[in-house]
Structures are given as structure tokens and as C-alpha cells.
């Protein structure tokens, strides 16, 4: 099994792209109103939602 790394301060940076999509389109929020304190909250619910999204897409697909 591999490790799984630990999300950090550099993936903040990193998603810029994807997390201000998601921004716009689940939180109507854009990611340059925000303060850091309350981006940080955002991308934490961004990276839980993305986790849990796609380890559900792929277990259903390993059943299938």
C-alpha cells in the first residue's frame, strides 16, 4: 500500500487552480476575497469533499 502524504501548506498553493474553481462554482466565493484564515477553512472542506468524492468513485468502481 502506498503512504499517503499529508496535506500542507504547499498544496494550499499547488490547487490554487482547482480550488478557485470550486470556489466559484460550490461556495460562490473567489479565493483573492478571501483572508488566509478563511481560505485555509474553505480548502480544508475542499480537500475533505475531494477526498471523500473520489474514495467513494473508486471503491464503486472496484466493485464493479
Known amino acids: 500500500m ?9 498544496y494550499y498553493f499547488r490547487l490554487n487552480d482547482i480550488f478557485s474553481i470550486w470556489l466559484m462554482k460550490k461556495q ?11 481560505g485555509k ?6 480537500v475533505k469533499g475531494t477526498i471523500i468524492k473520489n474514495s467513494i468513485h473508486y471503491i464503486m468502481n472496484t466493485i464493479n
Open 2 to 10: 502506498s503512504e499517503l502524504k499529508k496535506i500542507d501548506d504547499d
Open 41 to 46: 477553512k474553505k480548502f480544508k472542506n475542499f
Open 28 to 38: 460562490n466565493a473567489h479565493f483573492k476575497d478571501l483572508s488566509y484564515k478563511d
